[in-house]
């Protein structure tokens, strides 16, 4: 059963064009992280969001957690080459057995041409 | 440098030759984790330990075993490697703050049963 559902899982763009990824669950999390993964090598922490409605950004990534903890978006503004990975949503529960235990959407493939 | 790294990059192997691969993080997280990815998937937890001889099962256990003798040392042990084990394998540490959880990943495993 995949509990985070990420859309779309493949996005192909030109160079200036903004874009967003959606992640969402019919499920509540006491957070949820965004990773960025480069062929051959392991994801990377990009951001936390910890708090219904909370918006970070960073540099042209605006992330956002949804009022009921439930979905995230991430929005890239101005997309560049350098942009192309992979993107990885992931929340996590606080407490009982799933303690620690971080679930993952299945990935959206970024492709920024320039 | 805070780093998880894990041995081998890459392995090729014959059907039921038991095979390790290992995991060590330097960042004295309790919490880690193996995880396989494959296209369409994401990443599935296979086992994960909360501490020092705590560990318990993730979403794909199934022909995998794990220890965690020491804080530092996660391998993960395929005893009778088959190929619907050919994957990405990735291990994880995790930091928890509160609510929080973020997770640091090594490079990748790269594992082909033939």
């Known amino acids: 059963t995949q509990l985070l559902e990420q859309s779309p899982q493949f996005l192909s763009i030109q160079e200036g064009e903004n874009l967003t990824v959606y992640c969402n669950s019919s499920?509540?999390?006491?957070?949820l992280q965004w990773y960025r993964q480069e062929p051959g090598e392991g994801p990377v922490l990009l951001v936390t969001?910890?708090?219904?409605?909370e918006v970070k950004k960073l540099k042209r990534l605006t992330f956002q957690f949804g009022d009921a903890r439930k979905d995230s978006s991430l929005h890239i503004t101005a997309a560049q080459p350098g942009d192309t990975g992979l993107y990885l949503c992931?929340?996590?529960?606080?407490?009982?057995?799933?303690?620690?235990?971080?679930?993952f959407g299945q990935g959206t493939i970024l492709t920024v041409h320039p | 440098e805070a780093q998880v790294t894990q041995n081998p990059r890459y392995l090729i192997t014959v059907t039921g030759k038991k095979l390790t691969v290992t995991c060590s993080q330097n960042?004295?997280?309790?919490?880690m984790s193996w995880y396989r990815q494959d296209p369409g998937l994401g990443l599935r937890q296979i086992y994960y330990?909360?501490?020092?001889?705590?560990?318990d099962k993730g979403d794909v256990p199934e022909g995998y075993k794990v220890s965690r003798k020491e804080k530092r040392n996660f391998p993960l042990i395929l005893e009778s490697p088959s190929p619907n084990q050919t994957s990405l394998y990735f291990c994880?540490?995790?930091?928890?703050?509160?609510?929080?959880?973020?997770?640091?990943f090594g490079q990748g495993t790269r594992l082909t049963v033939v």
């Open positions: 994880a540490s995790s930091r928890h703050t509160g609510m929080n959880t973020e997770a640091f």
């Open positions: 499920s509540v999390f006491s957070s």
């Open positions: 969001v910890v708090t219904g409605g």
């Open positions: 992931a929340g996590a529960r606080a407490g009982g057995t799933s303690y620690g235990k971080l679930t």
């Open positions: 960042m004295n997280h309790e919490y």
């Open positions: 330990s909360m501490n020092v001889e705590v560990t």
